[in-house]
């Protein structure tokens, strides 16, 4: 099994950053790519970044330029540094793995954007 912890979530103003961070522990040999993917009040999830096993990044258009995911493989953890954010930001995180076609998913982390 899979187990994946996130944190860094909180209260931020508008224009503000902050930095999720997601851990992974258990049967994580041989995982295809980790990701972050969010879902806002009312609406469904939907991918925000991943980074695969070979480090390729992919974003959601909406967070181009102002997300960045990365990852240290030493530690099991993937990151996403989050600047200029905005109100249509808040949203629960959740930090997502794939593993030989498998998705596992953390209980998420909470981002509020608001002044």
């Known amino acids: 099994q899979v187990q994946l912890v996130e944190s860094g979530g909180g209260l931020v103003e508008p224009g503000g950053s902050l930095r999720l961070s997601c851990v992974a522990s258990g049967s994580i040999f041989g995982i295809n790519a980790m990701g972050w993917y969010r879902q806002a009040p009312g609406k469904e999830r939907e991918l925000v970044a991943t980074i695969t096993s070979g480090g390729s990044t992919n974003y959601a258009e909406f967070v181009k330029g102002r997300f960045s995911i990365s990852r240290d493989s030493a530690k099991n953890t993937v990151y996403l540094q989050m600047n200029s954010l905005k109100p249509e930001d808040t949203a629960v995180f959740y930090c997502?793995?794939?593993?030989?076609?498998?998705?596992?998913w953390g209980k998420g982390t909470l981002v509020i954007v608001s002044s």
């Open positions: 997502n793995l794939v593993k030989v076609g498998v998705n596992f």
